[in-house]
Structure formats: structure tokens, C-alpha cells
């Protein structure tokens, strides 16, 4: 990549059509001027003797050559200037056309990226989800067994306690554990959701007195909050 161009580059850049502008009024300029001494000035040497016999040339003549020469001096200056404009604007639009191009490309490549992401987290979820499903089918079967099957009180009471470790087991190996709360533990909003409160001289200040219903976590996530009455 070419290096950046430098900010005072950049303003003589901006600069490049008006100087372009005094140009044209500068040969404007010195065409009439040339036409001004044409008729002023003697084209052979015997006019100009006979227009100054001393031979010497009037000082408006000798003043408007002084600045038609400083005119041409000055347009010259001012072309060899917008010549290297011309340069320096042709080297900013190349690198211009450089940094589009990159840009473009870069923003090819973030939305394939993106696309890219939005897949492999689409087909991670259906992972996930397929294998939690996966370890919960077993319970279901046991269940449907229970159903099917006419068994007496005794029976059926095991075939829950059955399915209950089953399904326990299966959200260990998930990763999934139960909450374990004990009365008197300290209330902790993280974990515990208070729906009722409690005075109760026997527990703590700020405690648990009951749990309504488990709360389950998952490494550092809580999946559901523990449902708690709370005391003092």
C-alpha cells in the first residue's frame, strides 16, 4: 500500500482547479497584452527609430514588457505547479481505488464470516438439543411401560422411583444438578426466589425456611431458581 499522503498534498489537491482557473485568465491576460505592444511597439528598427529618435524605448512600452514577461513567468510557474497537482491527484485516486477495494473485500469476508457463525450456532444448538433429548427418551419409555402395564400400588410406586433415578441420572450426566438448600440457609437472590416470608425466632436473620420447589443449575448457570420461603 502506497503511504498516506501528506494533509498539505491533500489542500494543494483541493487547490488544483482554481489555479487551473487562473491560468486561462492569465493567458487571457498576456494576449492582450502581446496585442497591446504589437501596436504599440515598432516591428523594425528604422519604426522605432522614427517613434524615439534617441532610440531609446518609452518607459510605458519598457513597463508593459516588464510585465508581459513577469505574466509568462508566473503562468510558467503556475503549469509546472498544477503538473505536479496533477501528479499528486492521480496518486490519491490510485491509492483511493486501493483502499476501496480492500474495503470491499473485507466486507466480503465479515459477511461470509457472519454467515458462517449463524451456521455453526444453529447446528451447535441442534446438537445440544438432540443430545439432551437423546438422554431423556429412556424416562419416556419407562413411563409409557407404566402405563401400558396394570400394576398395584406397590408396583407402581417403584416404577416411579425407577423412572425418578433414571431421570436424575440423565440430567447428571448432563451437567444438571439439584440445589441443595437446607432450612436456615442464608437467602441468596442469585439462586433463591422468595414468594413468601416468614418470622421465625428459631432460624436466622435473612434465611430459608422452606423450599417450594427445587431450583437446578447447570456448572455456574442457573437453570431455575430455587422457590423459597424466606425468614426474618
Do not use: W
Not at 422411583?161 to 433414571?166: I, L, N, V
Not at 448432563?174 to 432450612?183: A, D, F, K, Q, S
Amino acid at each position: 500500500m502506497k503511504p498516506n499522503a501528506d494533509p498539505g498534498d491533500n489542500l494543494q489537491i483541493l487547490r488544483g482547479r482554481d489555479q487551473l482557473k487562473i491560468i486561462v485568465r492569465l493567458e487571457i491576460i498576456m494576449a492582450n497584452q502581446n496585442e497591446k505592444v504589437k501596436d504599440q511597439v515598432p516591428d523594425t528598427p528604422e519604426e522605432e527609430k522614427k517613434a524615439d529618435p534617441a532610440g531609446e524605448a518609452p518607459p510605458k512600452k519598457k513597463k508593459q514588457k516588464d510585465e508581459l514577461g513577469a505574466l509568462k513567468e508566473e503562468m510558467e510557474k503556475l503549469k509546472n505547479e498544477n503538473a505536479e497537482l496533477a501528479k499528486s491527484l492521480k496518486a490519491a485516486q490510485d491509492e483511493a481505488g486501493s483502499l476501496r477495494d480492500q474495503m470491499l473485500r473485507l466486507a466480503a469476508e465479515f459477511d461470509n464470516f457472519k454467515k458462517r457463525t449463524q451456521k455453526e450456532k444453529e447446528q451447535m444448538f441442534s446438537d445440544a438439543t438432540a443430545g439432551a433429548v437423546a438422554k431423556l427418551l429412556p424416562t419416556l419409555d419407562n413411563l409409557e411401560r407404566a402405563l401400558d402395564a396394570a400394576a398395584s400400588g406397590a408396583d407402581l410406586k417403584k416404577g416411579v422411583e425407577m423412572t425418578y433415578k433414571q431421570l436424575t441420572e440423565a440430567f447428571a450426566g448432563l451437567g444438571v444438578r439439584c440445589m441443595e438448600i437446607e432450612p436456615g440457609s442464608p437467602f441468596d437472590p442469585q439462586y433463591h426466589n422468595a414468594v413468601m416470608h416468614v418470622e421465625d425466632d428459631n432460624l436466622p436473620e435473612n434465611s430459608i425456611a422452606e423450599v417450594m420447589q427445587k431450583g437446578y443449575v447447570m456448572g455456574d448457570k442457573v437453570i431455575r431458581h430455587a422457590m423459597v420461603k424466606s425468614a426474618n
